[in-house]
């Protein structure tokens, strides 16, 4: 159909920095945990303006240990949204808790009312995910948990680098219990696999770093600073969840790049806009009104009923012109898994159902080119102008426009 080279759906923007982290690593003779993990959660900390950070083997460990730490578990009720990844559900099922999924506002985040709907007295904490990048309402979400009493632990996992208000999410002046982050391949900043979480607890991050690696209370790091000190104790049966240093040298370099990142996000966000953001058979994504969106993800909304295509067609479309599109989420209830595991009825979030057939994630990453950008947005209002349906406006009499075939 065209000569362009091919666009994935996403490409890690990795350079000699990272590369050269690691080969140093790999020359120190430590490449567990050690000093390097020590210094990327002190940087993450002071990026993040949290007050203490720790350093994992994926988001999915940081939601699950969390949620572990926080002692939730069998006959607890946890709410989250059921646009988000398996993850976030099953780190809730590992603790032996229930998932209650509450309904999405318009934003595609969790709708604060839906969750006050879903409050049962089992429940013990709320996970909002901040889709896409983009903050969800959390002065509302904390003002229910105080009235109720819960833990908020958030799945930050497209949301390093995005601002809630005007400080970041995981800020310690926040009234969250924990954050959770991720840094796999496609997120905002990677280390290949990995993740992070932050807490304003230093109770609850100790329990939360031991818990990490096998329950033992000091670290092999910890017991090679202090010239070989053999003992250790095993306090509780933990988790096998720390960052190696091989990870954490490449977490140090992408950290120092992520405000880089999001600037060209966002750039490249602003010029699908602009160039989307006309065509009545679309709907874009809005920058944040509640403060930075981070921009992990390009969500577009198609109108379907102005079509004469559905996702799946359109996203065959895109890959016939070289382009790797993607869809965030499949609806946790469509699973078959948690078909027989949720709690309520597929029904019960009919604002997802609505918006599930419609979502599109296009490209979106730093090491995209502009000229990229422009060909898939090109390419996008080209695919609706093959399939735009001919409509006949049924203006009402007088106006002079009824009958006529739609301008567009
Ligand atoms: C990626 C992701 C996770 C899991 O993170 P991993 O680091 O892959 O374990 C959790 N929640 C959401 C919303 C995600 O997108």
Known sequence: MNQHSFIPFHRPEIDGAEIDAVTSTLRSGWLTTGARTAQFEK????????????????????????????GIGPGDEVITTPLTFCATVTAIMHVGAKPVLADIGADGNIDPACIEQKITARTRAVIPVHFAGAPCQMDQIWALAKKYDLFVVEDAAHAAGTLYRDRHVGAESFASDAVAFSFYATKNMTTGEGGMITANSEALLARMRILALHGINRDAWGRYRESGNWYYQVLEAGFKYNLSDLQSAIGIQQLHKLERFIEKRTQYADLYNQLLGGIEELEVPQPARNGRHSWHLYVLRLNLEELSINRAAFVSELRGRCIGASVHFIPIPLHPFFQDHATRPENDCPQCFELYPRLISLPLYPSMAEEEVCYVADSVREIVETFRKPRLTAAPMGTGHAGQWSPL
């Open 43 to 70: 940087e993450f900390r002071d990026y993040i303006g949290a007050k203490d950070a720790l350093a994992l083997n994926s988001g999915t460990a940081a939601l699950h240990l969390a949620l572990a730490a926080l």
